[in-house]
């Protein structure tokens, strides 16, 4: 015979697999942030770090927050990369990859835009030294958290804040 606290135990493990499969399924990367047919997954690492935002002032307007660029450590099984301006990439083996500017960024609005940064598929070029990175063609930046500029306006130009944030990388390779 099964018990009620049998019954409620099994009904309660039941709920949370169902709320984590809901979970994966609101985090679930949109169609338009995969890579082309032909590349695949070379490996993902989470970050850690701030985007940094300066204020500036146009033409006597009042001042507003800019993007200047992120800060960022990525941890994962290739080892420490860091991840700043350009957006550029660079591991601990020296190998580096930055964005294609020829190629235009892809954004998708995170779940909760009002505090987390978008999601991103990044077209990157290698530079030539061997390593982690030097097969490495599209960046894809996913389950960010924080990170948005701060609500309050600056009160002059010139400020510089950086606001944490922390985000998953997705690493991609040609087939």
């Given at each position: ?5 049998t ?14 499969n ?27 770090g ?9 033409g ?45 960024v ?32 599209y ?37």
């Open positions: 015979m099964i018990g009620y606290k019954t409620t135990l099994v009904a309660t493990a039941l709920l949370l697999v169902a709320g984590v809901v979970l994966r399924a609101s985090e679930a990367v949109p169609a338009a942030l995969q890579p082309p047919s032909g590349y695949a997954v070379a490996f993902t690492a989470k970050a850690t701030v985007q940094i935002y300066t204020s500036t002032a146009d006597g307007m009042a001042p507003k927050w800019a993007f200047e660029a992120p800060l960022a450590e990525l941890n994962g099984l290739k080892g420490i990369i860091y991840h700043y301006a350009g957006p550029s990439w660079e591991a601990a083996d020296g190998s580096k990859v930055a964005r294609d500017m020829a190629t235009p892809t954004a998708v609005p995170a779940q909760r835009a009002s505090t987390d940064i978008p999601w991103l598929l990044v077209k990157v070029t290698a530079d030539p030294a061997a390593g982690v990175l030097n097969k490495v063609v960046v894809q930046r996913i389950s960010t958290q924080g990170g948005v500029a701060p609500a309050k306006p600056p009160i002059r130009s010139g400020t510089k804040v950086g606001v944490p944030y922390t985000a998953t990388y997705v690493f991609y390779k040609s087939n």
